[in-house]
């Protein structure tokens, strides 16, 4: 590289750092739900990256919170156990020793970031909702079938996550709730980060999933939707525009907004750095639905 | 009941509730930490009676600490994944999957001792030696053979511990460590349990066990030792009176108070309320093993 | 005695430390007010035990906070200085110089209590209403007699109180008040326990007296009422049911739970460890009256 | 009074305001154990107005200390009883009667202090060395007679001070120890007032004295030594100059200084205003005995 | 001075000392806004003896914090820069010029008094209404012609005053406020003082000036008003008795009780220790307007 | 910009935001002391930018403390007032006129920081070597001349600095110290940087100046040394291999190393963003002296 080419870079450098500055300084202190799950914990380096800019936000002052899901994985090894996974209308059905499975899963996830966010220098501490009482759930009744220990969020102790955020320390949540029988229930990860979110009045969730955003048109790529206020999400669903896997996440995403959660982010978690680059750059790189319109 | 037996027996409640209280004086506001698993962790109902013991240790006053172990069921399921558990000199040959399976199951008795604290009243958090990296280990190193993710634990970082306990949270700690690799590494319960309450400066350090305690003639079970101090300790040893699963047990003992743990009880985790009668009676019903000779 | 024996008395042991659990869950960090005096008061020996349980409610993480009467010695201390007590509707005419004497007697008792509780091994400290201006009186007025240095509580600064408990120190109050004139007045220890438990919110009031509870028909003792609610012993009262030395007490307690107090005792302050077994035994020893319907 | 009288006595109460500044400002928040009794505390006037002077004192940052003696009364009130005090080289021999009296007699002189304080609207609290087991005595043996509860002091635990003094009270304290068999022991108030101040390294000890100070030549009054060093008051005392009651109140001073006050005043307790004087004029009123020359 | 000289010095003394006794408990901790500037600022002596009556306050207790002027000295430094002062009904005229000298001028000051207290033993800091955003204004409109950098009080934030008085440091503030240009603008220091005083719920705001009060009949010093409330001051406007110099300071007077502070006073700055003699002497020597009659 | 040209850009702004990341986390919480003034402080644009830069600083979790320089500026001022500046040896002699004068340039730029900073969106405190005695300073003795008014730092006095940054304001410091004489004094604003840095035990100690770093050859831009450790900084000394200017600044940087700044960065001031630049990039845009070698 020549002198001139340095000086260029060193301004570009530059230039992004005092990109970041206003976002940096707006969300300091925030409490930031990450629900990272599913087909985006693609593989172990994907998520590495992902843990380190966790780690990031933690270190310039934000206050994280990650919401695991546990994925294909808890089927395979309930068939190592020698059972057939039986699912109703998309939900598994959970047995006991299923319920038993998907726990010991669900903690092998877990503790694969608890230990991806010690290699990126931040302490963190696996939880799921039993510990401490933290989150209390009803069975989920379905008409016509019993899901077994499936089980909706009643509601969120936040003393333990303050508590440890207090600490400096990072909560890592599996989830998993205490029914009022003191048995482990299973609830759906996006539902958790959402109630976890709320209970905290976080200033964030991000949803970390395999798909780019909310698109005008879902075919053209360039018609991706930076910034929706509450009234526009709610604009997309009536008119159909919304679709597929889309739909059941857009409306997460209203209901955190209308129970306390400043912003949404629906960002695609195999892009790199996705966190910091929707977090801490003007454009974004997925659709975040506000409060309230910004600025 | 008649009047006069209705004075006697509250006489007697009294008399109990009275012998109890030097006890409580003593230990209010101590570190108590308790090694349950093995073969003492018989049953659920078992199970349930210790861990509502455990509970009014904290209700009154002492701050417990519960370290498990995982027992034979580590064993079932690496079969199940389709691996032969392999052991060498009786330390469990340990590679990736098998580590992978001890971490899930451990994790299992973990959450449902914490499940078990909650039905008891108190708020109990699981964690692993990784969380906030509580526990880091060395790799156990053994001639001739690579015993894979075998650990001895190098340090225990109590801020966590500390933390939840000043918010009134009792831990439950798995045996596993974190290495300089970050990986997940299987310790040894006993062990755990000794660094944990060395770290922490404990009061008390207590192995439930499936033994009685120690005797001076094991055929004799009159013979058995309520207290004995260090210098006891050690002679019991070098005379070969203490043999079987009991010596490394009494070593164990002698390790911890070398450490700065003030007194180390092996007690019968089988007898109903072992601990609330060996803390909280005059005669107790296992072996102490004191720093300094009683009063 | 042989080891079935031994066995059957740890089995027992156990049932009494356990079956006090869910009483010491309930009321730890509570205010108990205790007031004890009179007759109750009856030698050193019993006033020893007394002070052990009370010690033991404090260190099982309770608050206590004890009230105590002068009974008799104080015109005994009268007589000596050359007047002749005199009373008047059951109050005592208090001109100065009985004031003085009073004040002398009820120190002298408070200072022994005060040591009593040093010898339990907690520390206490002796209070009069006038310390810290802790209760302002007005004087009584009794239609056609003036009672001289005879107050009724008009408020209760618990700030030292609080801050005293704060640092682990039981307080022991006199029943004497501050006048407006700067001046002690004598007030009614049962008055002065219930205004202080009032001030406190205080979880419980005990009266230990030298009466066995409220019974259904007084002459059959098998007809003791153990609890009752704000609403029955309203009943009590105008039913006629209780009489004599009970009807003012059982005002009293009413008025304590009116205004804030949850639970007030009357007990037999002669029955051994009385305040352990009403506190921590399912059936109690005396008579409670509850703001609610316990469970 | 003219304009001109106006303007001069307007500026002579301005210099003396100035005057008192350095000192208020030296002074701030120190500790100033004053001890006020015996022949000083001549009658109510008298008190009141000393009390108001140490209300100055706290009411202007610095944290004034109450040691009481009892005088004459005890005499009084132990003839009363029915006895004749009695007395072996000065010491009141002491038995358990004449000990109750004493404790009554002091708590109603103490109580006495803790009102005045009420009226000169700053909160006091009362206390004997028996309050949280302040002081702990030995009983005093004297060769060819047993003085009865007659104590020396043994230690001073302050925190029960400190946390008064800290929640802005002012402690009141009798000249009574807990002696090891948990018995109430007579003590020299102005040993104590000299122990007390030690184990609170106080900045000032003050003897409320019914004398006026030390003089180069008793007879004349002219001679008044207003400050001297730890060095000149042993050689006065080694020279022989200093004699009569004076002589144990100057050893008291020395050795108050040798444990760690730093300064230590004897005033005339019968001039008005004496520690105001004292403390906030150049010139002061009494005799100082500094730990190092001042300035 | 002979001994009765000596004595009744001593008398007058002690009743100045406890004259102030009642004030000095009212005021402790207490904000004391001083305004002190302008043709009071006499000379550097008499400034000196301002600055140590200011230390004394705090000493004793009280919060004081001083909004100094910058008078004629601006204008000087205008001169020498090259201009000539321009005036506009009373108001002077502010281009960039002039407010960078009156930014240096009133920072001259500042540091004079800055240096004072340090003289006096006490730490100030000395502020303008930029540091830290304190004091935000908006531009003063008059008709017809362009004020330039002068101001008027938007808001005062507190939040740097209290942190500092907290840490016992007093603020010495310049009149300079920050406009939503983020340029210093010019404000009367009168309406800083007040509006600071406001915003602190201040006891006491003090106007050093060089008049000696109000008076029924400013010819007859004797007619001076010591004290009045609100509605006295009020009517007084009404009536037309105020004029001169008095008029707007005594509707700042009125204003500054209206918005919280509890007592306004206006002294003359050139009376030696009026501060002293005002606030803690009975007659005081100035005008004091009250929220509410006294006592 | 095309889709691909996106995905480039994004992935270049990821890589300059997750390099700064070790940075960040290793200067979290830490002291800076920014040095800013002479010739670096070129035009109001570049000062912005700088001061937009520590705000960057602040808002991610570091500790920044400004202390500036007059510069040219004073002379201009003191011919504007009459007189002609004077130097000997380097050194301004500063009689009072000057030292006035020199007060309140540096105040002028000081507030001029000041407002930067809250425009930037952090609140600063202009602070000078007087506010709460922070700095006091000797004269400085030259043979043969009297300097007047030129200090030299004799402490510095950490409390206030403490106290403010604690609560989250940015000081601004002028170099004025306070002389025993309490008069100000005229102080080498490298020498009050590096003084305050030292008392503060800062990480970091910058001096923005106008040169572009060490160089092995000042003619080859090429041979910029981006870090050297203390050895080496006194090796190039002693050979001679620095000269001009750089010399008594890189003497200056070894005696702030010696007293305990962790490293020193000489920067060149007129490069856009060199603090950030510096301090997260790996290569830097200085040269960082350290007390040990990095890594």
């Given at each position: 590289?020549?002198?001139?080419?340095?000086?260029e870079?060193?301004?570009?450098?530059?230039?992004?750092?005092?990109?970041?500055?206003p976002?940096?300084?707006?969300?300091?202190?925030?409490?930031?739900?990450?629900?990272?799950?599913?087909?985006?914990?693609?593989?172990?380096?994907?998520?590495?990256?992902?843990?380190?800019?966790?780690?990031?936000?933690?270190l310039?002052?934000?206050?994280?919170?990650?919401?695991?899901?546990?994925?294909?994985?808890i089927?395979?090894?309930?068939?190592?156990?020698?059972k057939?996974?039986?699912?109703?209308?998309g939900?598994?059905?959970?047995?006991?020793d299923t319920?038993?499975?998907?726990?010991?899963?669900l903690?092998?996830?877990?503790?694969?970031?608890?230990?991806?966010?010690?290699?990126?220098g931040v302490?963190?501490?696996?939880?799921?909702?039993?510990?401490?009482?933290m989150?209390?759930?009803?069975?989920?009744?379905?008409?016509?079938?019993?899901?077994?220990?499936?089980g909706?969020?009643?509601?969120?102790?936040?003393?333990?996550?303050?508590?440890?955020?207090?600490d400096d320390f990072?909560?890592v949540?599996?989830?998993?709730?205490?029914?009022?029988d003191?048995?482990?229930?299973?609830?759906n990860?996006?539902?958790?980060?959402?109630?976890?979110?709320?209970?905290?009045?976080?200033?964030?969730?991000?949803?970390?999933?395999?798909?780019?955003?909310?698109?005008?048109?879902?075919?053209?790529?360039?018609?991706?939707?930076?910034?929706?206020?509450?009234?526009?999400?709610?604009?997309?669903?009536?008119?159909?525009?919304?679709?597929?896997?889309?739909?059941?996440k857009?409306?997460?995403?209203?209901?955190?907004?209308?129970?306390?959660?400043?912003?949404?982010?629906?960002?695609?978690g195999?892009?790199?750095?996705?966190?910091?680059?929707?977090?801490?750059?003007?454009?974004?790189?997925?659709?975040?639905?506000?409060?309230?319109?910004?600025?």
């Amino acid at each position: 590289m020549n002198q001139a080419e340095q000086i260029e870079q060193s301004k570009q450098k530059a230039e992004v750092l005092t990109e970041a500055l206003p976002y940096i300084r707006r969300f300091n202190n925030c409490y930031v739900v990450v629900k990272y799950g599913g087909s985006a914990m693609k593989d172990k380096e994907l998520q590495k990256s992902v843990i380190r800019d966790v780690a990031l936000l933690k270190l310039i002052g934000m206050k994280p919170i990650i919401v695991h899901g546990g994925g294909k994985e808890i089927s395979k090894w309930v068939r190592m156990s020698g059972k057939e996974p039986e699912f109703y209308h998309g939900l598994r059905v959970t047995d006991k020793d299923t319920m038993e499975v998907a726990e010991m899963v669900l903690f092998k996830v877990n503790q694969e970031l608890v230990a991806m966010m010690a290699e990126a220098g931040v302490k963190a501490v696996g939880l799921s909702g039993k510990d401490a009482e933290m989150i209390h759930v009803t069975k989920k009744e379905m008409p016509g079938k019993d899901l077994g220990y499936v089980g909706e969020v009643k509601s969120v102790d936040t003393e333990l996550l303050e508590a440890l955020i207090e600490d400096d320390f990072v909560p890592v949540i599996s989830p998993i709730g205490l029914g009022d029988d003191f048995e482990p229930y299973n609830i759906n990860a996006d539902d958790t980060a959402c109630a976890v979110a709320s209970a905290l009045n976080a200033e964030k969730l991000v949803f970390l999933t395999d798909i780019e955003g909310v698109f005008v048109d879902p075919e053209d790529k360039s018609t991706l939707i930076s910034e929706m206020d509450l009234a526009q999400a709610r604009e997309f669903i009536e008119k159909g525009v919304v679709g597929g896997g889309m739909l059941p996440k857009l409306q997460n995403c209203i209901e955190a907004i209308e129970k306390g959660v400043a912003r949404v982010h629906v960002l695609d978690g195999r892009v790199p750095h996705c966190l910091l680059l929707e977090f801490f750059t003007e454009k974004g790189v997925g659709t975040a639905i506000l409060k309230e319109p910004l600025f």
